[in-house]
């Protein structure tokens, strides 16, 4: 039970489908609500005539989605933006002809087209007729999707509503809400200190006025988290920003390039991994001491360059694997390379920032991943979900 706390804010799909089983989801929802995941529920149209979206909407609190092609539906989250809003999808229950669907990716629905269309790890709790659930066509569909890297769990044994007796029944709800818990917990960073820079600093002009940059923080907090669920101890040293820093994380919040310095050195000495997603500032200011008057026509600021804190880590000793972020506006691979080489990196995750979408302040993003001896190209995805895929990559680099 542990793991529940895993799903604070977490953005959980349930699909059901039409099976008698189909009235305890209502359970599963209540408990991903209760342990604090955002859930969305997708129903097939047979799921509609066991349990009623009316239920589901009311223990959600959101609308339910039912239909593919409906206007209406698709105009609040389209099926699309729903697959790519999930962080994880669990179907419950799943029927035989759900499964076989899946298996050979037909989308006719929005719960198959949804599944197909997401990249998050997706769960089937299946329930059925236990002679169904023996047939080989639905062995062979299980052994596929297991293959395809989907979980399935259960069913189980016990008597049926059909009466039947034998495999075939769902798992009970919160079972399956502890295992979509475990989905997000990986224990590849177990007993590791991770420090994450987030966000962007601001360097005072005068006491009113600041320069700063557009980040929102987003990548960084969502690669903090990421490492939390891997295990790590999590320490996050942020820029100003709008978030919420992720449960479980000691966050520390600074303004000026030389407060995160400063915060990020007197935390070094215990850091095993450190990752500067912070978009800091490369000049200062020295601040006015009151307030800039407007009475010349031209002003001249005086910037200097401030301490490269990256550089920093990756210079000191005890040195902790050190990973950067380049944002670039051209010549992503070469000037990330350099960056790797020059500041004496282990990881570089570039992106391309001033492209509208991708980078700075939305909620998804690209990378291209280099390391020594290696790179990785990282299609647009959400920054919570290159968050984690970046996480499992440092893990297995580190512990190499
Ligand atoms: O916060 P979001 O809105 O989600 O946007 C995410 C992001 C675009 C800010 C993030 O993905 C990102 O690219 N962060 C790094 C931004 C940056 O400053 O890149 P850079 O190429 O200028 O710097 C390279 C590295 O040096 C970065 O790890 C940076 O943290 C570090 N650096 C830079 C200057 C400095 N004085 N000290 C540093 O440590």
Redesign the pocket.
């Known amino acids: 039970m542990q793991r529940m706390g895993h799903l604070v804010n977490k953005r959980i799909v349930v699909g059901i489908t039409g099976g008698i089983a189909a009235y305890k989801a209502a359970e599963l929802v209540r408990r991903l609500k209760d342990a604090g995941a955002e859930v969305r529920v997708v129903m097939t149209p047979a799921a509609t005539e066991f349990i009623t979206p009316l239920t589901l909407q009311a223990l959600s609190g959101r609308p339910v989605h039912v239909h593919l092609l409906d206007a209406s539906e698709e105009s609040a989250m389209g099926h699309i933006a729903l697959a790519r809003w999930a962080d994880a999808v669990v179907v419950a229950p799943a029927t035989a002809d759900f499964m076989a669907k899946l298996a050979h990716g037909r989308a006719d629905d929005l719960l198959s087209t949804l599944c197909l269309a997401s990249r998050a790890p997706l769960l089937l709790a299946p329930a059925m007729n236990t002679v169904m659930w023996e047939h080989p066509a639905t062995q062979a569909n299980a052994r596929l999707l297991r293959e395809r890297g989907l979980r399935l769990l259960g069913p189980a044994e016990g008597e049926q509503a059909c009466g039947e007796t034998g495999p075939g029944r769902m798992v009970e709800p919160p079972l399956i809400a502890e295992t979509v818990a475990g989905l997000f917990v990986s224990g590849v960073l177990q007993g590791k200190t991770v420090l994450v ?3 962007p600093t601001r360097e005072a002009l005068d006491p009113v006025r600041y320069i700063s940059n ?7 907090y969502a690669v903090a988290e990421a490492a939390m669920e891997a295990g790590a101890r999590v320490l996050l040293v942020s820029g100003p920003t709008a978030l919420t820093p992720p449960p479980r994380v000691e966050c520390v919040t600074v303004e000026s ?1 030389a407060e995160m310095h400063e915060a990020v050195l007197a935390r070094l000495a215990a850091v095993d991994i450190f990752i ?7 000049y200062t200011s020295a601040a006015a001491p009151q307030k800039i008057k407007k009475n010349d026509a031209r002003v001249a600021l005086e910037l200097t360059r ?6 920093v880590v990756a210079a000191h000793k005890p040195r902790p694997y050190t990973v ?5 506006t051209e010549n992503l691979l070469a000037n990330a390379q350099h ?1 790797l080489e020059a ?1 004496n990196l282990d990881l570089v ?1 570039a ?1 391309w ?1 001033g492209r509208p979408g991708l ?3 939305g909620d998804d ?1 690209a990378l291209t991943v280099l390391w020594r001896g290696g790179q990785a190209e990282w299609p647009a995805a959400s ?1 919570r979900a290159l968050a984690r895929q970046l996480i499992s990559l440092i893990a297995e680099q580190y512990h190499a």
């Not at 500067?276 to 490369?282: I, K, N, P």
């Open positions: 820079t987030a966000g557009r980040s929102s923080g987003k990548m960084g390039a500067g997603a912070a978009a800091v500032a490369d401030t301490l490269d804190i990256v550089a950067a972020f380049a944002a670039e960056k500041k995750a992106n920032v980078g700075f302040d993003n920054k």
